[in-house]
């Protein structure tokens, strides 16, 4: 697959920076009785903060005047009615012209809620859902290259997409660079997605041709690795201690997905799969006292019964297709995924070096599986 630029740049909806603004700024009151910062903005435009934003926190300690007094002579970032960006009037840093935020707009252009790969679109609409606020569902950034990767040997769980999109404001001299690795199985359509490698390029003459270099040669960087690591990592063990914290990850979503309205059997019953698939004790009682499990220094010393694909596998299939919360974030399963691909010593000194001695791998382990939730009972 050949690199292209996306179609969904939605170049064509209205935007506004809007300078030096007039702001007045009211406390409400939201449906769960908590304070919330609401703003108007050039007698245009309406901004509900969320409650637990830092602009309505500011409420606990200042007077709406108060902080009305700090927002005036801002700048706030419109885009179809709706405020994605601001800075308050206090304010000094660099600021693009109308000529550079045009050149961006037109160039990246916006992403909606739709265009997002799924795990951020699951995490967006949630978050929508939950607010007591105004979130809006358009975003700076889109994406600016697709290419496809095979990895010999594997089959279909061989197959990956290197997708890089580019985040942009009209407050930042540079664009922001985000990597995801989306490994596809293409008899059910489903995904498992990590994100990674971020980096800034500049936004100076000719910063479109200089994107587009930058893309090429992280791009042949990145593949290459992906290609050596994925290969291997089938034949990897990862600690004990892996396998505790993979568990802790989905022990937590489980709790939060049991407590939630809405979350539908298929949820829960994929993370009940996975729990199974990488419960400890299950698997390994056999092999380890009890006081093994409890010792951290131990567990870290000691293999798992998991290899390195298959926690990648499992971090990203829980990353993309369950809800974040509590301890559980994306955020730490995407460390993980990322440690495990380009600097496994780092993240877990012991996974290149354990042999696994007599303790078996998974009956499950498969190179060619990448979603433990879907395995049968």
């Not at 893309?215 to 201690?241: N, P």
């Not at 994306?330 to 042999?355: C, E, Q, V, W, Y």
Request: aromatic share 6%; glycine share 8%; proline share 3%.
């Amino acid at each position: 697959m050949n690199a292209v630029l996306s179609k969904n740049r939605h170049a064509d909806l209205p935007y506004e920076l809007v300078r030096n603004a007039r702001v007045e700024v009211r406390r409400v009151i939201d449906v769960n009785l908590h304070q919330c910062a609401e703003i108007t903005i050039d007698d245009r435009y309406i901004h509900r903060f969320p409650s637990s934003s830092r602009i309505s926190k500011a409420l606990d300690v200042a007077s709406p005047e108060d902080i009305q007094a700090r927002m005036t002579g801002g700048q706030f970032f419109i885009v179809n009615d709706k405020m994605v960006d601001f800075q308050g009037g206090d304010y000094v840093g660099f600021v693009h012209d109308d000529k550079g935020i045009h050149a961006l707009a037109s160039t990246l252009g916006f992403m909606t809620v739709d265009d997002l790969a799924p795990h951020r679109r699951r995490d967006m609409t949630r978050r929508i859902q939950k607010s007591s606020g105004d979130v809006s569902d358009v975003f700076l950034r889109n994406v600016w290259s697709e290419t496809g990767i095979e990895v010999p040997n594997m089959g279909a769980g061989g197959d990956f997409t290197t997708q890089i999109a580019v985040e942009w404001s009209p407050f930042m001299r540079h664009v922001q660079m985000n990597f995801d690795l989306i490994r596809q199985i293409c008899t059910n359509g489903m995904v498992g997605m990590a994100t990674f490698l971020n980096t800034k390029v500049p936004i100076v003459n000719m910063w479109e041709q200089h994107l587009d270099i930058a893309t090429t040669s992280l791009r042949a960087k990145v593949e290459s690795r992906v290609k050596h690591r994925i290969g291997v990592m089938a034949d990897e063990r990862v600690s004990l201690a892996t396998c505790i914290l993979m568990q802790k990850h989905v022990s937590e979503r489980m709790q939060l997905a049991a407590n939630r309205t809405g979350d539908d059997t298929a949820d829960m019953s994929r993370l009940h799969n996975m729990l199974a698939a990488v419960d400890p004790v299950a698997h390994l009682s056999d092999y380890y006292q009890e006081g093994v499990f409890n010792d951290k220094n131990i567990a870290a010393r000691v293999p798992g019964h998991l290899s390195a694909l298959d926690v990648f596998n499992l971090a990203t299939e829980l990353a993309t297709h369950t809800n974040a919360g509590g301890d559980s974030t994306n955020a730490g399963l995407s460390k993980m995924a990322n440690g495990l691909l380009f600097n496994p010593n780092h993240i877990d000194a012991r996974i290149t070096g354990l042999s696994g001695g007599d303790v078996k791998l998974a009956g499950f382990s498969d190179p060619d599986r990448a979603f433990f939730g879907l395995l049968t009972q």
